[in-house]
């Protein structure tokens, strides 16, 4: 019996069989209630030690050292495998590969976090960093998966195959659940929600009364901290080498590449690299690598420093590497630049910004492509004053996201297709993800003005089981289908969707044509307030305000 067929077998023996004494009890039982297989919960904590004996911090420990366990098994049986494949397939096994290894870092940093609280609970707002990491290590697994379906290889046909079906059972999802009962659901967080007349908004003219201006030679749009960290370097000159440097195609600047510029900076540095990138035209594809933290790249203004790329799913990539640009390393910053992909729509997918950096801020981009332009993957992001272009799912992934101030352009597509701004891929319950858009406008792009009765468009459509969308208080044109949302197959995940709508206008924004699905909410305030800034992302603790300004709440 090969060792597919003994983890199936074992499998439907754990999900068929009644709790019985000898491996469970009832504190693991109570544990697992809200997990979204909780018999594999109840499982996985009874076989690895978990008993009436554990305080809730044990348990949650437990389980994520399970979790850790299976996703090193994948990482380790990738790295064995060597299989002769296509072009697009050994993408696939690469993206797999990548995405473990981002899992097993983030497993590790919860079992830190767990281990640094000093009782037997944990402090909420580690709780949150917990939950966040948890969210994106199954998103992971999940884009892992997709990725080798979209390149046609079987996972049961490969020699890594076994380890992916037996980690996407254990990868998060309990953890997810024991963490959000224990240390989450019903605690207070510790900060107050603000309100409209709590905004954190500097105009030039503020910023530069406060921390100076151009003329002392340091950048008027750093923080008040990086500011200070530059004054005290060597020689009190405001250029502190290997924290902020100039890219130039013309060969003025430190660096001709971003891709150079982005190498120099000092791995894990808690410290803000800045990398100024100078009007131009820059065709390269680039990453922020996960052990590059704090980069912040400044460009001279939308459509005058540009990022561009032309990778597509028709020309063999597949959906995660065809990013003009992708963020990973935690704590990144953009702004005044345009990320693109110029595949076109006949191209089908092609990322022009794929975003998977936890407490990341992009102000004042535009980005632009047609079908799935902007892969907003996993962890907190904002997004503030962006300009967003495209066609089909042209906003999605599975970050916890809010977008406010922005334009939302949904462009003219391929004849027989339909715009989409937001399909969103939450897969499971005790995911903290999901996408929200506040003070928007929501409306046509110029080339599909003179076409629009042709091309219907629609808020999103569920890509997963549990996805989640809302817009507030945002201008919906009358681009905006009267049902307001679309169906993505039958009746999938229309009653475990959460769909939201919150104070908008425009002729868009009339609900009373809405679809009649138990998911869909014309919400009140108090549901509201959970998609804010200050609540959903708890950015009012960390998007740095002297570089990024936001509403912490509604308006």
């Not at 096994?93 to 609280?117: G, M, R």
């Not at 224990?182 to 967080?189: H, L, N, Q």
């Not at 992708?326 to 953009?334: E, I």
């Not at 997918?349 to 990341?360: I, P, T």
């Amino acid at each position: 019996m090969d060792s597919m067929l003994r983890f199936l077998i074992l499998l439907l023996f754990v999900f068929s069989c009644e709790s019985r004494g000898d491996h469970q009890n009832n504190d693991v039982n109570s544990a697992c209630e809200d997990a979204s297989n909780r018999k594999f919960c109840e499982w996985s904590l009874s076989e690895n030690g978990g008993s009436s004996q554990n305080d809730p911090k044990d348990l949650s420990e437990i389980a994520l050292r399970f979790s850790l366990r299976q996703a090193k098994l994948v990482q380790d049986s990738i790295s064995g495998d060597s299989s002769s494949r296509g072009q697009m397939q050994s993408q696939a096994v690469e993206d797999c590969s990548f995405l473990y290894n981002l899992t097993a870092d983030y497993l590790s940093a919860s079992l830190i976090k767990l281990a640094n609280s000093t009782n037997t609970t944990v402090e909420w707002r580690s709780a949150v960093y917990i939950q966040s990491y948890l969210s994106a290590a199954l998103t992971n697994q999940v884009t892992c998966l997709e990725g080798l379906s979209q390149a046609n290889v079987n996972p049961c046909s490969v020699s890594f195959g076994n380890y992916i079906f037996n980690a996407s059972y254990s990868v998060g999802r309990s953890s997810l659940a024991l963490n959000k009962k224990f240390f989450i659901a019903g605690k207070d967080p510790g900060h107050r929600e603000r309100n409209g007349h709590n905004r954190l908004l500097l105009s030039d003219d503020d910023f530069l009364s406060q921390y100076g201006s151009l003329d002392d030679g340091i950048p008027s749009w750093l923080s008040r901290a990086d500011r200070r960290r530059l004054l005290q370097s060597p020689g009190g000159d405001g250029v502190l080498v290997g924290e902020y440097v100039t890219v130039a195609k013309d060969g003025s600047g430190n660096y001709t590449t971003i891709t150079d510029a982005v190498n120099s900076a000092p791995n894990n540095s808690p410290d803000r690299y800045v990398i100024y990138v100078t009007a131009g035209v820059y065709e390269e594809y680039l990453q922020i690598p996960k052990n590059k933290y704090n980069i912040m790249l400044i460009g001279d203004g939308i459509d005058v420093t540009v990022i561009t790329g032309k990778r597509s799913v028709m020309d063999g990539w597949t959906t995660f590497n065809s990013a003009s640009f992708a963020a990973v390393g935690p704590g990144f910053l953009a702004r005044d630049i345009t990320f693109e992909n110029t595949a076109g729509a006949a191209k089908h997918q092609a990322v022009a910004l794929r975003v998977g950096s936890d407490l990341s801020a992009f102000y004042r981009c535009s980005i632009k492509g047609y079908q799935d332009t902007l892969y907003a993957h996993s962890l907190r992001q904002f997004y503030r004053e962006c300009d967003i272009y495209g066609t089909v799912d042209f906003i999605f992934g599975n970050a916890a996201v809010v977008f406010q101030c922005c334009n939302l352009f949904a462009r003219k597509p391929m004849v027989g297709q339909q715009n989409l701004y937001t399909p969103q891929g939450r897969t499971d319950p005790n995911q903290n993800t999901g996408t929200s858009i506040h003070n928007c406008n929501v409306t046509a792009a110029p080339e599909l003005v003179p076409v629009i009765s042709s091309f219907p468009t629609y808020l999103g459509r569920p890509w997963k089981l549990y996805s989640r969308t809302v817009y507030m208080q945002s201008y919906l044109d009358s681009v905006i289908q009267p049902a307001g949302w679309l169906a993505w197959s039958g009746n999938f995940a229309l009653s475990t969707l959460y769909y939201g709508e919150y104070g908008n206008s425009g002729p868009g924004a009339d609900t009373s044509q809405r679809v009649p699905w138990s998911g869909y909410h014309v919400m009140n305030i108090s549901d509201a307030q959970n998609f804010t800034v200050g609540s959903f992302i708890s950015g009012d603790t960390w998007i740095p305000f002297g570089a990024v300004p936001y509403d912490a709440g509604l308006l």
